[in-house]
Nanobody
Framework: QVQLVESGGGLVQPGGSLRLSCSTS????????MGWYRQAPGKQRELVAVITSGGNTNYTDSVKGRFTISRDNAKTTVYLQMNSLKPEDTAVYYC????????WGQGTQVTVSS
């Protein structure tokens, strides 16, 4: 059974930082390209960052230089370090297998507000 469990969200002031975690089970994590996605109210879900099975990374332009995606294969967990947060980063954040998406988890809410 596939499980994707996101955590680490919260309320943070502009300029602050958060570290999101996504614990996975039921997928071949070590062989999977993993992505972080987000969905803001009234908007479609968008891809934020990807890390390949080999450790290569890619980011959407709006988060380049501020967000860092990483993975721990031993823990089958993917992380998203978010720095210099902006109000427009407010969204529910999800992780998933980038090339073979599975049922979505519950996500973790990130709210950037003063």
């Amino acid at each position: 059974q596939v499980q994707l469990v996101e955590s680490g969200g919260g309320l943070v002031q502009p300029g602050g930082s958060l570290r999101l975690s996504c614990s996975t089970s039921g997928i071949f994590f070590r062989l999977s390209d993993m992505g972080w996605y987000r969905q803001a109210p009234g908007k479609q879900r968008e891809l934020v960052a990807v890390i390949t099975s080999g450790g290569n990374t890619n980011y959407t332009d709006s988060v380049k230089g501020r967000f860092t995606i990483s993975r721990d294969n031993a823990k089958t967990t993917v992380y998203l370090q978010m720095n210099s947060l902006k109000p427009e980063d407010t969204a529910v954040y999800y992780c998933n297998n980038h090339r073979s998406p599975r049922p979505w988890g519950q996500g973790t809410q990130v709210t950037v507000s003063s």
